[in-house]
C-alpha cells in the first residue's frame, strides 16, 4: 500500500502571533448494521438514480480533488465520486443576512446552552474557577448544514428548528456558498480557507441529489471506503489526521483516534476553517503593561494581565446603554474582531438577551472616535460540552436520538442503517490573541451511530477590558459570527 503521506504537502511554519487564526473541524461518524429489514429509499435516491458511471457521477481517481491543495493519496483505500457539477462561483448574495442573523441567533443560544450546563456543573464541583467559553459556530454548521441536507421529515424539521435556520433549502445552501467567497481569497500575508470533506461507507449507494449539493454549493465529492476493513479504518483515521493538520496549518495535529471509527460507521463529515491575518492598526508591544495589571473575574479574584494599548483617532467605537463596543478590523479580510464589554455587575442580563437583533444594533452604533482600547493578551483552551447543549437548551434530543439521516444514501439490505442517532459531539478550541493578531484552532467530532440607540461620549473614550468580556469574530457584511469567546480570565483550560 502506497504511503498515505506521500501527497502531503508540509504546511507553511506558523509564525507565533502575527495573524488571526480560526480554524474548526466537524467529524461525523455514522454507524450501522444488525439484522432489521431495509428501509424504503425517498424517491430521489431511487436506484435507478444513484452513482453510476451514466448517473451524473464521475469516479475519480482519490488523488484528485479539484483544487490547488495536495491530498493524501488514498487510492488504494477510498474512491472518489464526486457530481459532475461546477461549484457555483456567483452565488446570490441576497439571503447572505437572514444567513448572518440566524448565525447570529444559533451562536448567542449555544453560548448561554454552554453557559448553563458550566454553571451546573460549577455547582456540583465547588472549588472549580471559571472557565472561559470558546468555540467557532461556522465551522459547527458547515458540517451540520450537509448533515439536515441528507435527512428526511421529521428529522429535517427539527434539526432547521434546532440550528435556528432560517433560510430554506436551495437558499441555505446558496447563501452558505456565497459567505464563504465573500470571506475573500487567499493573499500573501492573509487568508481564510473553508474545506469540507466527506467520507460514506462502502456500503451505501450516494443520493445523487445529495452529491449534487455537495458539489454544486460546497465543492466536495465523497469518499467512499470499506470501514469493515481494521487496515482500511487505520488507513483513514491517519488519513483524516493529516488532511486536518494539513488544512490548519499543523494547528490540530490529531483530530480522530483509531477507536473513533469501527465497522459500523456510515458517515464521516469534515470541516476545516483556518484565517489568517494582521491587524489593520497593531497594537505597539512598548505599551504593554504588564505585572502589575489585573483582570477582574466574575467572583472577585483577580489575575495578572499583560494590558495592550492602543490609542488611535479611528477607533470604531459606541456605547450603548452602558454597554461598550470597539470594533477591531484585520488588514486585509473582510472580517472585524468585535469586543463587547457589558456593564459592570450587568453580564448576566447582558447575555440572556442578547442576539442578532442587539448585534446589529451594537454594529450600527459604531463610528470613528478617539480612544484608547486595552486589551489583555489573551491565551484560552476549551473543551465545551457541544452535545449536551445543541440536545438539551437547544431542542436537538429528538433528532440526534433517533433520526433519519437517509436522504444521503442507500444503505446495503439488511444494514439496519434506517435508524441513524448522533451519539457523541467532542469540541475543541485554542485562542491566542497579542500584539499583532490571533491565532486560534476549533475541533470537533460527531459520532452518528445505529439506534437499536448609542450616545457619544464627551471625552475620548477609554475602553479597558480588564474584566469578563465579549469576543466575537465576524463578517463584516453579514454579521454572521465566525468565533466566540466569552472571556472570564485571559488565560484558562490549562493553556500557560
Known amino acids: 500500500m502506497k504511503s498515505l503521506l506521500t501527497a502531503f504537502r508540509p504546511g507553511r511554519p506558523v509564525r507565533p ?18 439484522e432489521s429489514e431495509p428501509s424504503s429509499v425517498p424517491p430521489s435516491a431511487s436506484s435507478s438514480e444513484l452513482p453510476s458511471a451514466s448517473s451524473g457521477v464521475e469516479e475519480i481517481p482519490s488523488d484528485a480533488t479539484g483544487a490547488s491543495e495536495e ?22 448574495t441576497e439571503g447572505l ?17 454552554l453557559l448553563e450546563i458550566e454553571e451546573e456543573r460549577e455547582g456540583e464541583d465547588g472549588d472549580e474557577e471559571e472557565e472561559s467559553i470558546l468555540f467557532s459556530p461556522i465551522s459547527l454548521m458547515y458540517p451540520l448544514t450537509a448533515l439536515w441536507e441528507g435527512s428526511l421529515p421529521p428529522t429535517r424539521g427539527e434539526l432547521h428548528a434546532g440550528l435556528r435556520m432560517r433560510l430554506e433549502d436551495e437558499a441555505l445552501h ?53 470501514f469493515r476493513d481494521e487496515a482500511v479504518r487505520e488507513a483513514v483515521v491517519l488519513a483524516l489526521n493529516e488532511w486536518v493538520s494539513h488544512h490548519t496549518q499543523g494547528l490540530i495535529p490529531t483530530l480522530l483516534r483509531n477507536s473513533d471509527i469501527s465497522e459500523t460507521t456510515a458517515l464521516i463529515l469534515v470541516n476545516a476553517l483556518y484565517l489568517r491575518d494582521a491587524w489593520r492598526m497593531p497594537f505597539d508591544p512598548e505599551r504593554t503593561e504588564a505585572g502589575a495589571p489585573v483582570f477582574r473575574t466574575l467572583d472577585g479574584s483577580t489575575v495578572e494581565a499583560h494590558m495592550m494599548r492602543n490609542l488611535s483617532d ?12 470597539v470594533s477591531l478590523p484585520l488588514a486585509e479580510l473582510p472580517v472585524d474582531a468585535l469586543v463587547v464589554l457589558p456593564s459592570e455587575g450587568e453580564e448576566d442580563a ?28 489573551l491565551r484560552l483552551e476549551a473543551s465545551p460540552d457541544v452535545f449536551t447543549a445543541l440536545q438539551g437548551p437547544m431542542g436537538l434530543e429528538e433528532p440526534f436520538r433517533a433520526g433519519d439521516y437517509l436522504g444521503l444514501g442507500s444503505p446495503d439490505p439488511g444494514s439496519g442503517a434506517d435508524a441513524l442517532r448522533v451519539s457523541r459531539i467532542g469540541h475543541k478550541a485554542v485562542l491566542e490573541l497579542d500584539e499583532s493578531g490571533v491565532e486560534a484552532a476549533a475541533a470537533t467530532v460527531v459520532v452518528v451511530a445505529e439506534t437499536g440607540s448609542s450616545r457619544e461620549p464627551e471625552e475620548p ?21 465566525l468565533f466566540v469567546a466569552w472571556v472570564r480570565r485571559p488565560t484558562s483550560g490549562g493553556a500557560n
Open 17 to 34: 502571533l502575527r495573524f488571526w487564526t480560526l480554524v474548526g473541524a466537524l467529524i461525523l461518524l455514522g454507524g450501522c448494521g444488525g
Open 71 to 92: 491530498v493524501p493519496d488514498l487510492e488504494d483505500v477510498a474512491t472518489l465520486r464526486k457530481a459532475d457539477i461546477e461549484r457555483d462561483p456567483s452565488p446570490g
Open 97 to 113: 443576512e437572514e444567513l448572518g442573523a440566524a448565525l447570529a441567533d444559533f451562536s448567542f443560544d449555544l453560548l448561554r446552552a
Open 174 to 226: 446558496e447563501a452558505m456558498n456565497a459567505l464563504e467567497q465573500a470571506l475573500g481569497s487567499p493573499t500573501e500575508d492573509a487568508a481564510l480557507r473553508n474545506t469540507n470533506a466527506v467520507w460514506l461507507a462502502e456500503r451505501f449507494r450516494v443520493n445523487p441529489d445529495w452529491l449534487a449539493v455537495l458539489a454544486r454549493h460546497y465543492g466536495s465529492g465523497v469518499y467512499q471506503a470499506d
Open 314 to 325: 479611528h477607533h470604531a467605537y459606541a456605547e450603548v446603554e452602558g454597554v461598550q463596543v
Open 350 to 377: 447582558f447575555l440572556s438577551g442578547l442576539d442578532a437583533t442587539v448585534l446589529r444594533s451594537l454594529r450600527s452604533g459604531l463610528r470613528n472616535q478617539r480612544g484608547l482600547v486595552q486589551l489583555p493578551r
Open 461 to 481: 473614550f477609554d475602553f479597558r477590558a480588564d474584566r469578563p468580556f465579549l469576543l466575537l469574530l465576524v463578517h463584516r457584511h453579514s454579521d454572521a459570527p
